[in-house]
Every structure is written in C-alpha cells, then in structure tokens.
C-alpha cells in the first residue's frame, strides 16, 4: 500500500477499542472509529487523523459505508455485560459477524482482524497448549460463539483477496482496563473473591497487546491464527493476590465456587428485572474456571519478537 492505509476499528467506544484506537493515532496512522450506541471519547472523536462513523452491525445496510475504502477491520465489537448471554450471544457474536464480514468482503478489505481468546480451545495448559484448532466445544456460550467467528473468518476469506488474522489474546492486564478496574474497586471495598481451585492464566499487558494489534495490521505477513501471551503461567488466584499487594488492599476472599454462581445469579436476576448491566454472569464464571495457555510461536515470529513485560513481575509496574 502505498498510500496511508486506513483502520477500521468496530467498537471503537468500548474499552480495547479505545486503547487501540489512541494507540494508532498517537502514531499518526489514519483510523476510521466505528460505534453504535455509546459515543466516543472526547479525544478520540476530535483527534485530527479520526473519521468518526455511527453503524449498527444488526443493520446489514448500515456496513458498506463503514468499510468502503478500509485497508484493514479491526473487530471488537459487540455486547458483553448483560444477563443471559445464551440468549443473545449468537445474535450479538456470531450474526453480527457475519453482517461485518459480508460487507468487508464486498468492499475487497485487505485485512479482517478477529480479536479473540484461547478458551476457544477449552481447557489448555503449558504442556498441551491452544495450537489453532477449530474443531473443538468449549462448554462457554462466550467461547462457543467467539470459535464459530473465527470458523466463519477462515473459511469465508478463502478465496478471497482478504486475509483473515484471528488474535487469541491471553487475559489482558494494565491501569484502564475494565475487568481489572473492577477487581481494584471490589479490592478497595473488601468485596474482591475468587474461587479456591487454581486456574492457569495466560497474561498480556496492555502495552504488549496493542503492539501486538499493530503489528497485526502492518505486517503484511500476518494472517491466520496467532495466540498472544506473555512467557510466565500464573494462576487466576497469583494475579489477583499480586494486583491487590501492589494496589495496597487485602488479598481476596477465597470462597467456595458455589457461592460465587450463585453471585453471578443474583446479579442476572437484578439486571433482567431493572433492565440494567450485569458485572456478573454465570457464563463469565463458566469461562473463568477454564485454565489457558497458547503456543506464541507464531506471534513471535510475525508480531511481536520481544515482549516489554515478559512475566506477571516484570509488569506489575503497569496496575
């Protein structure tokens, strides 16, 4: 490409999106900033290298617009703290997808890229990593349905002058990013808990995965599926007695898992009656017990050689 390729990020308002988003423009490449209901950050939205678009991903007809002319999608969006995920995920996830996917496909997009995760695989460790594959049933309607986009990307690129690029990031970690926002402010109040039985984590610090992203994009190298993580297993349990040392809090209750489901309930059963978000869902409890790990092979070898923060100790600096 000879011109300055130009960057689709869908969900671009959401919290990845955003950090992506700030990320490419602090860099001055030209980014195409796509949201829906939730409008954008002030300084994304006012940024001079910005277009800003308004698309519905349910609207089939409100895509081609959106992509015409993009060099390269970046996915994020879609919809996530809500109850009964069963319900609308496949609407949310996979069909949303394929609306996306359709009209990237028309418009000749150069590059889709589906940010994703290793649960997809199930349960995976250091020895038996996540590898790639696209034939298992992971018992999540997170990772069910996030599997059958990356089915749907791969098998429907071929053929095609698109290349698809499927980003299986490990659990990312750094000030701003929601998840660990959450666990710092239920940490502050004594409200932070984690079930008793260790489950294996994979990390990435934000620094490290939007370097990652970028070079998702740049590279014309790129494509398929690419496991991103950092080189040191820690438990879910480890992270989050680290993060809360560092944070200055106690450590978190350890409590029995049916206790914590039953949390999840109560908070789907508030959020359906009060039409409001739920932080907490039994399906995020289902995802949460399964150990990850990926083979970063590939992504060293195309994306990013050498990680800033290796190790969970290396990026303690970054909570």
Known sequence: MTHSPTILITGAAGNLGSLLARHLLSSGHAVRAMYHRKPLPEDIARAPNVSVIQSDLGSPGTLPLAVEGADAVVHFAGVLFAPRP????????????????????????????????????????????????????????????????????IERTKGTGSTPVVLRLGMVYGRGILMVEAARWLAQRRLLGVWSDPTWIQLISTVDCLHAIEAAIFNPEAGGIYHVGDQQPVTLQEFLDEACRVWGYARPMRMPSWLIDMAAWSCEAFALVARTPSPLTRDFIRIGHVSYWGDTRRARDHLIPQLQYPTLQAGLETL
């Open 86 to 153: 069963e319900r609308f995920l496949p609407e949310t996830n996979t069909r949303w997808f394929s609306n996306l996917l359709t009209a990237a496909l028309a418009a000749r997009v150069g590059k889709v890229i589906l940010i994703s995760f290793p649960h997809v695989e199930g349960p995976t460790s250091v020895e038996h990593p996540a590898v790639g594959r696209l034939d298992r049933s992971p018992i999540s309607i997170h990772a069910r349905t996030r599997l059958q986009e990356e089915r749907l990307l």
